[in-house]
């Protein structure tokens, strides 16, 4: 097994930032205050707060920083945007949602149905994309809530959510928009003052933008119906009880300070090294499929089936060459089943059990790249031969197999 690691597995968490680390460290040692205490150290500790708190609602173009709410998690986010919403609005039992949301969106809703609310699962396209007029068919004049992700975590297909969010506000105000954007700040630019000002609620973590894992925003418009999910506290104007997390708050804070410094090289950079590695696949590999490849994707992720293999065996062979990436598949868990995302997207199960997910970070490197194409194709190659749904004789799938269009 080789001693280097090389991480591609930055959808799923990234490596915090030394910068992060640095400005959270006096908060861990020094200035260890309760922000909400009377005394004059603490006001140290607020003041960090707030100063993280408004250069968040700069990197977000919000009208104020007081629409900025610190939580745990994005899944604390979006579960507060959600019920929060349903809770304010009791007269209304009609949400809209897709069929490849989050799970921390998506079990939610179900948990809706269970309880007596009707909920409407948006379609997708083989390419993975939202059709326009099943939004407008979807909604009546008891929906609630649309929450509609900005960019899908599996496949970085990205949704039109500004244009989204004013047909739902031209169509009925009533209706509060949500979008999960945890897979887009900091590498997409989202304003909440201009093309995004139809968006209600938006739902972030850090520890997808070099910041520490525990710290989450919900952004909640001024105005907005929402009743917080944990009270029994004053903390975020009684927005969400419990003592702030001062560290990790300037953490994430200096995180999207680093983010909206070097956005556009950041994502100039990652979209060369996606767009080199995909025409190497595509060229090197036969029967793989890009999935998102015919509509907008966001540069820091790749999502590719392979024919005829598993994801697991892959994403094993590739720790061999201490290569981390991920799978489509929801086979670890146990069920044999491909994800939701690649079901909704119609993906033939010989090839949506093969599928990787390969996402770039600030510290994704052209030697990773070059790590991982001296090696894939050979992987490939020989877990095919294993397979009985390849003829090694014709170098293909054979002829039971439904391959890829």
Same mark, same amino acid.
């Given at each position: 097994?080789?001693?280097?690691?090389? &991480?591609?597995?930055?959808?799923?968490?990234?490596? %915090?930032?030394?910068?992060?680390?640095?400005?959270?460290?006096? &908060?861990?040692?020094?200035?260890?205050?309760?922000?909400?205490?009377?005394?004059?150290?603490?006001?140290?500790?607020?003041?960090?707060? +707030?100063?993280?708190?408004?250069?968040?609602?700069?990197?977000?173009?919000?009208?104020?920083? $007081?629409?900025?709410?610190?939580?745990?998690?994005?899944?604390?986010?979006?579960?507060?945007?959600?019920?929060?919403?349903?809770?304010?609005?009791?007269?209304?039992?009609?949400?809209?949602?897709?069929?490849? +949301?989050?799970?921390? %969106?998506?079990?939610?809703?179900?948990?809706?149905?269970?309880?007596?609310? +009707?909920? $409407?699962?948006?379609?997708?396209?083989?390419?993975?994309?939202?059709?326009?007029?099943?939004?407008?068919?979807?909604?009546?004049?008891?929906?609630?809530?649309?929450?509609?992700?900005?960019?899908?975590?599996?496949?970085?297909?990205?949704?039109?959510?500004?244009?989204?969010?004013?047909?739902?506000?031209?169509?009925?105000?009533?209706?509060?928009?949500?979008?999960?954007?945890?897979?887009? %700040?900091?590498?997409?630019?989202?304003?909440?003052?201009?093309?995004?000002?139809?968006?209600?609620?938006?739902?972030?973590?850090?520890?997808?933008?070099?910041?520490?894992?525990?710290?989450?925003?919900? &952004?909640?418009?001024?105005?907005?119906?929402?009743?917080?999910?944990?009270?029994?506290?004053?903390?975020?104007?009684?927005?969400?009880? /419990? $003592?702030?997390?001062?560290?990790?708050?300037?953490?994430? /804070?200096?995180?999207?300070?680093?983010?909206?410094?070097?956005?556009?090289?950041?994502?100039?950079?990652?979209?060369?090294?996606?767009?080199?590695? +995909?025409?190497?696949?595509?060229?090197?590999?036969?029967?793989?499929?890009?999935?998102?490849?015919?509509?907008?994707?966001?540069?820091?992720?790749?999502?590719?089936?392979?024919?005829?293999?598993?994801?697991?065996?892959?994403?094993?062979?590739?720790?061999?060459? /201490?290569?981390?990436?991920?799978?489509?598949?929801?086979?670890?868990?146990?069920?044999?089943?491909?994800?939701?995302?690649?079901?909704?997207?119609?993906?033939?199960?010989?090839?949506?059990?093969?599928?990787?997910?390969?996402?770039?970070?600030?510290?994704? $490197?052209?030697?990773?790249?070059?790590?991982?194409?001296? %090696?894939?194709?050979?992987?490939?190659?020989?877990?095919?031969?294993?397979?009985?749904?390849?003829?090694?004789?014709?170098?293909?799938?054979?002829?039971?197999?439904?391959?890829?269009?």
């Amino acid at each position: 097994m080789s001693d280097r690691v090389i &991480y591609l597995d930055n959808n799923a968490t990234t490596p %915090v930032c030394p910068e992060v680390v640095e400005a959270m460290l006096p &908060y861990l040692r020094e200035y260890f205050y309760n922000p909400s205490s009377a005394y004059e150290q603490s006001k140290l500790t607020r003041a960090a707060v +707030e100063q993280s708190r408004a250069t968040i609602a700069r990197l977000l173009n919000a009208s104020q920083p $007081t629409e900025v709410i610190f939580t745990g998690s994005a899944s604390e986010s979006n579960t507060t945007a959600l019920r929060g919403t349903l809770a304010a609005n009791p007269d209304r039992r009609h949400v809209i949602t897709t069929a490849v +949301e989050h799970p921390s %969106v998506m079990e939610v809703c179900k948990d809706f149905q269970r309880n007596g609310y +009707e909920v $409407t699962f948006l379609p997708v396209s083989r390419s993975g994309q939202l059709e326009f007029k099943d939004l407008i068919h979807a909604l009546r004049p008891d929906t609630a809530l649309v929450t509609i992700m900005h960019v899908n975590n599996e496949t970085g297909v990205v949704f039109p959510v500004e244009k989204l969010a004013k047909i739902v506000k031209l169509t009925d105000p009533r209706v509060i928009f949500h979008t999960d954007a945890t897979q887009s %700040v900091g590498k997409l630019p989202i304003d909440l003052s201009g093309v995004f000002l139809h968006v209600d609620l938006l739902s972030f973590s850090g520890h997808k933008l070099h910041a520490p894992k525990g710290i989450g925003v919900l &952004y909640m418009r001024k105005g907005t119906r929402c009743r917080p999910l944990l009270i029994g506290g004053h903390q975020e104007n009684g927005r969400r009880a /419990g $003592t702030e997390n001062v560290p990790y708050i300037v953490g994430l /804070g200096k995180a999207c300070e680093l983010a909206a410094a070097d956005f556009r090289n950041t994502y100039s950079e990652k979209k060369t090294l996606r767009n080199r590695l +995909e025409a190497f696949i595509l060229e090197n590999i036969p029967y793989c499929y890009l999935n998102g490849r015919e509509t907008g994707r966001l540069p820091t992720t790749t999502s590719v089936s392979f024919e005829c293999v598993e994801g697991e065996s892959v994403l094993y062979a590739l720790g061999e060459h /201490g290569i981390c990436a991920s799978t489509g598949s929801a086979c670890s868990s146990g069920s044999l089943a491909p994800s939701h995302v690649l079901q909704a997207m119609h993906i033939p199960l010989t090839a949506a059990h093969g599928t990787l997910r390969f996402s770039y970070g600030r510290f994704t $490197t052209e030697a990773d790249i070059d790590a991982l194409i001296a %090696v894939l194709p050979g992987i490939i190659a020989r877990l095919r031969t294993m397979s009985p749904y390849w003829d090694t004789t014709a170098n293909r799938p054979n002829d039971s197999t439904i391959a890829l269009g």
